[in-house]
């Protein structure tokens, strides 16, 4: 998997968007970009992946650069809820011979102020 | 509702115990993992395995086994508990290969203690 690059940590005003940015640059033409969260205590939790056009989903949205080197995930509408480390993964969706775990990097962590 | 289940929320055992997590699964995945997470070193990954009886190192194996005997279990064993082995274990699955841009489901975790 490539690496990624990420803040280690970020504020953002409640009800403002969030704007998380997330480096790759060494991608390749078959990886995916996932983005990930954990709320404190909990098990991380899935929230959007893409290849290479923005996607869009309840959760959040996701911009890749048309050279895919690099990605942001938009939370639109923060809430203190969204205080939480999220982490930007790289990989090849059922590569190899079998399964491909996730490899986590440290993430960032997204405070979000009242 | 999908579910990845964890038998223990909160662990203590003892420096030599044999310890085994437990992980149950409800959606028929094929792919299933271990993790351990520490205070900056992110989420590492222990083992994971892709069929029944089947079974992959990740990065981190060393002290530790796994078990996959039914599709929907997958139990993660410590031969002879160390303090080392005080974290949190988080246990995901995800469907098979072939189904581009699938996601994993996460357990709630295990934050284990060995004194």
């Known amino acids: 998997d490539a690496k990624t690059t990420q803040p280690p940590s970020m504020d953002c005003a409640e009800g403002r968007a969030a704007n998380l940015p997330c480096n790759h640059s060494t991608i390749s033409g078959n990886e995916y970009v996932y983005w990930y969260r954990q709320i404190h205590s909990q098990g991380p939790q899935y929230i959007i992946h893409g290849l290479k056009n923005n996607e869009t989903n309840e959760m959040a949205s996701l911009i890749i650069t048309e050279d895919r080197k690099s990605s942001t995930l938009i939370l639109p509408h923060a809430t203190l809820r969204d205080t939480a480390v999220y982490y930007c993964?790289?990989?090849?969706?059922?590569?190899?011979?079998?399964?491909?775990?996730?490899?986590f990097g440290k993430g960032t962590h997204l405070i979000i102020q009242p | 509702d999908v579910k990845v289940t964890q038998s223990s929320r909160y662990l203590v055992k003892r420096t030599g115990e044999k310890v085994f997590l437990e992980c149950v699964q409800d959606m028929d995945h094929e792919n299933m993992f271990w993790y351990r997470q520490d205070p900056g070193l992110g989420l590492r990954l222990i083992y994971f395995?892709?069929?029944?009886?089947?079974?992959e190192k990740g990065d981190i194996p060393e002290g530790y086994s796994v078990s996959r005997e039914k599709k929907e279990r997958f139990s993660l064993i410590l031969e002879s508990a160390s303090t080392n082995q005080t974290s949190m274990y988080l246990c995901?699955?995800?469907?098979?290969?072939?189904?581009?841009?699938?996601?994993?489901?996460f357990g709630q975790g295990t934050r284990l203690t060995v004194v």
């Open positions: 995901a699955s995800r469907p098979g290969q072939g189904l581009v841009g699938t996601e994993a489901f």
């Open positions: 993964i790289v990989r090849v969706p059922g590569s190899g011979g079998g399964a491909d775990g996730l490899t």
């Open positions: 395995s892709y069929d029944v009886k089947m079974k």
